[in-house]
Nanobody, 113 residues
């Protein structure tokens, strides 16, 4: 059974940091590029960042310099380290395994004072 399980969301003040984790089934992790998406209330889901199997990373302009995506191939986990958080980063964050189109259930990130 393929699973992607996100964790690490929560409430943080503007300027704060959070680290999201996405635990991926071993059967798909090693051969898959993994992406993070987010969906704010009333908005479409948007792509945030991606890491390839080789470790190449790309980001949406809105998070460049603030977010870092990484993967731990020994643990089958992808991380999204988020710094300098802004209220507009508030959303449900999802991880996505591109090959096979698998999604996690999402984790809520709320940036508010």
């Amino acid at each position: 059974q393929v699973q992607l399980v996100e964790s690490g969301g929560g409430l943080v003040q503007p300027g704060g940091s959070l680290r999201l984790s996405c635990a991926v089934s071993g059967s798909i992790f090693s051969r898959n590029h993994i992406a993070w998406y987010r969906q704010a209330p009333g908005k479409q889901r948007e792509w945030v960042a991606q890491i390839t199997t080789g470790g190449t990373t790309t980001y949406v302009d809105a998070v460049k310099g603030r977010f870092t995506i990484s993967r731990d191939n020994a643990k089958n986990v992808v991380y999204l380290q988020m710094h300098s958080l802004k209220p507009e980063d508030t959303a449900v964050y999802y991880c996505h395994a591109i090959l096979g189109n698998y999604w996690g259930q999402g984790t809520q990130v709320t940036v508010s004072s």
